[in-house]
């Protein structure tokens, strides 16, 4: 981590580092899932589609709390 007051980097201790393997990260939905596999692009548009589900329901939610106010 760069320290810019003292202008010098550090180095993380190791009990800072996070714990486990890839293998274990790989294995980590092992038997938990239906089987389907997906691209890293499937998984970001999966994520931006619920991103924009909660935004526009926040969006919703919030109009309604208004509309009680007045």
């Given at each position: ?14 009990a800072d580092a996070p ?10 939905f092992a038997g938990k ?38």
């Open positions: 981590m760069f320290d810019p007051m003292k202008g010098r980097s550090s180095v993380r201790r190791a714990e486990g393997s890839w293998g274990d990260l790989r294995n980590f899932t239906n089987g389907v596999r997906l691209s890293i692009e499937e998984i970001n548009d999966a994520i931006a589609d619920a991103g924009a589900a909660a935004g526009t329901a926040g969006l919703v939610d919030g109009a309604q709390k208004a509309r009680r106010k007045q």
